[in-house]
């Protein structure tokens, strides 16, 4: 059609980005493993994290011999027969979710015995040694035990001593202790009490997203631990230079420059320390923001009621996550705070030192004054002597002049002619050298 060459290039790949994600289509009874495989070390991934999770899925495709995505591709869903994986690549991290359909519920005791990772190859999760974020399994439940009966019956799965409950959408429950439990996962029970078709998938992929990026959200919390001590070392180091400013002016009287600048060169030091840390714990602490806002949107669209005796997501969160989001906040404004504390400090010894300088400008300004006023002097005694000499030479060319005419034959008497143009030569002179350092000072 003509009408499809009209679209803006840009038109049909974001139509199609709300659509790039769908939900897995889940009916209890199912058995669920969620991985995240994160393959950063705590600075903006991009590229790199996209290029290394397109291998490590390109892996396990081929092993059960599947085409992999393309290496731009963010999201792939494909049934193994044995199971399903829905994978998506984010900018940090990547998830693996593997899927199993159960012909019959088991007891919910020994649910988490038949998951479907136990389908994937052990040599290709070996390969994920050191990268495995989050491991979780799901049991999708749909069981009518009343709710207390559940529960104790629930103790025996989970080895945490606080279970987290609530009913979600209304009908579903949703049974954790986020606790990784003895064979290295979490575990998470979705109870199915009358959910409407889709609403499964969604409610699992909400669960398994509040876990997911509750964890990413605490990768910020280790940088705020070891920033602590450094922060604490920078700003003794502050406290000090500002007492030896202060020291600097109560002893000297007036600033020595040389102080000025050691302790300049001091405080430039510390500023670019404090900015290092800065530029190392910026993209975490923002990161984790963004990850807890996630957190709290996915629980909102929970939208938890309580269940008599037991904690919700929401409480659960609020009181052990938010905590260590706070930390990271008050680092981070720590951060801040101290470097416009070392801002100010630094403009203020700065100004001190361009005080001192001026105050040396002034006193080289004085000294060349002085010495000025003493060429001048000299300079008049010098003019004074010039005079003297000019004369001297004048009349002692009159004078020759005089005797030579004497010779000559004309009535001259040479020493008294010399002695009547001193006093005129002199004057001449005198005279003269006082216009040209007229006309010299006019130009």
Not at 110 to 119: D, G, I, S, T, V
Request: glycine content about 8%.
């Amino acid at each position: 059609m003509i009408f499809s060459s009209l679209n803006h290039p840009l038109r049909v790949p974001l139509a199609a980005e709300v659509h790039s994600r769908p939900f897995l289509h889940l009916h209890g009874p199912e058995a669920i493993t969620h991985l995240a495989v994160y393959a950063g070390n705590g600075t903006p991934a991009g590229g790199i994290n996209s290029g290394i999770q397109h291998a490590i899925l390109a892996e396990l495709c081929g092993h059960f011999g599947v085409t992999a995505p393309a290496a731009e591709g963010k999201f792939f869903f494909h049934d193994f027969g044995r199971f399903r994986l829905k994978w998506e690549c984010h900018t940090e991290f990547a998830t693996y979710t593997f899927s199993q359909r159960q012909d019959t519920a088991p007891e919910i005791e020994h649910a988490f015995e038949r998951m479907p990772l136990q389908q994937v190859p052990q040599q290709w999760l070996a390969g994920l040694d050191g990268k495995i974020m989050v491991a979780t399994h799901v049991v999708l439940d749909g069981s009518d035990t009343p709710v207390q009966d559940y529960g104790r019956r629930l103790r025996r799965v989970f080895e945490g001593n606080t279970l987290v409950a609530s009913r979600v959408l209304h009908d579903a429950e949703l049974w954790t202790d986020f606790l990784i439990q003895a064979d290295g996962f979490s575990r998470l029970v979705v109870r199915d009490v009358g959910l409407m078709e889709q609403q499964a998938g969604r409610l699992v992929q909400r669960v398994l997203e509040i876990e997911t990026y509750r964890m990413m959200c605490l990768l910020g919390l280790p940088h705020a631990q070891q920033a602590t001590p450094v922060l604490n070392a920078i700003e003794g180091e502050l406290a000090a230079l500002t007492a030896a400013m202060v020291a600097t002016d109560d002893s000297h009287g007036e600033n020595n420059p040389d102080d000025e600048q050691a302790l300049l060169g001091q405080i430039t030091r510390l500023a670019a320390r404090l900015e290092k840390l800065a530029v190392d714990d910026s993209y975490r602490f923002s990161a984790s923001q963004a990850y807890f806002r996630l957190v709290r949107s996915r629980i909102d669209e929970l939208r938890e009621e309580r269940m008599e005796g037991f904690p919700t997501v929401g409480e659960f969160m609020e009181r052990r996550l938010t905590p260590a989001v706070n930390t990271c906040a008050a680092i981070a404004s720590r951060q801040e705070a101290l470097a416009r504390r070392i801002a100010q400090t630094n403009d203020l010894l700065r100004t001190r030192v361009g005080i001192v300088q001026e105050q040396q400008n002034r006193q080289i300004l004085q000294s060349m004054n002085r010495r000025a006023a003493q060429q001048l002097k000299l300079q008049q005694a010098v003019e004074g002597l010039s005079v003297v000499a000019i004369s001297y030479y004048m009349v002692g060319l009159l004078g020759y002049a005089g005797k030579a005419a004497k010779a000559a034959g004309l009535p001259l008497n040479p020493d008294i002619a010399t002695g009547l143009l001193v006093p005129l030569v002199l004057g001449a002179v005198w005279l003269g050298l006082r216009r040209m350092h007229r006309r010299m000072h006019k130009g």
